[in-house]
């Protein structure tokens, strides 16, 4: 019991983690951080109407390429320009049909203002704080990269690919 409020206390100051954090799926299902320990995190939000929309095939070979080591998660939100009006199932279904894609997918949340999801609101915190560029959401296939202790150690840009060499760099250091 004594461990158990200590860990509290400790979890408490130190502020959550990226392995704390349990996020719905398209599908109702949980997605829990706390089973991609050792594997980097690549956190995505995505859109579907958007021109950054075909990084969907980049994110779904890169997932392929490298799942023993990075797990890549889509976070659908509909913040810039209502390129993402779907609901969950429709968003399923175009990722699946026009992507094939079989990484995890969260269930539709908001990246910015004041409905921030917790999790977006705790990777700005995480951005700012390591002074990563850029520090704010700036549009749709923005791309976090965490490390394999769950630390963050770079933002990409919307307009980077899924695929350029900072990013393979990043994926395999």
């Known amino acids: 019991?004594?461990?158990?409020?200590?860990?509290?206390?400790?979890?408490?100051?130190?502020?959550?983690?990226?392995?704390?954090?349990?996020?719905?799926?398209?599908?109702?299902?949980k997605i829990d951080f706390s089973r991609f320990k050792g594997k980097k995190i690549m956190i995505v939000n995505t859109a579907?109407?958007?021109?950054?929309?075909p990084q969907y095939a980049?994110?779904?070979?890169?997932?392929?390429?490298?799942?023993?080591?990075?797990?890549?998660?889509?976070?659908?939100?509909?913040?810039?320009?209502s390129q993402e009006p779907g609901s969950n199932a429709e968003i399923k279904t175009f990722c699946t049909k026009q992507y094939a894609v079989t990484f995890p997918m969260a269930a539709k949340i908001s990246v910015k203002g004041d409905d921030i999801h917790p999790l977006y609101k705790w990777l700005l915190e995480e951005s700012k704080a390591k002074h990563l560029e850029p520090a704010d959401v700036k549009w749709n296939f923005q791309k976090y990269l965490l490390d394999e202790k769950g630390n963050l150690v770079a933002v990409f840009s919307p307009k980077t690919q899924p695929d350029a060499p900072e990013v393979i760099a990043a994926i395999e250091k």
């Open 58 to 81: 980049a994110l779904e070979k890169m997932y392929q390429k490298y799942q023993n080591k990075l797990v890549i998660v889509g976070f659908p939100a509909n913040n810039f320009g």
């Open 48 to 53: 579907s109407l958007c021109g950054n929309t």
């Open 1 to 29: 019991m004594f461990k158990a409020a200590l860990l509290s206390v400790l979890l408490f100051f130190a502020g959550p983690r990226i392995y704390d954090f349990k996020v719905d799926s398209l599908d109702g299902s």
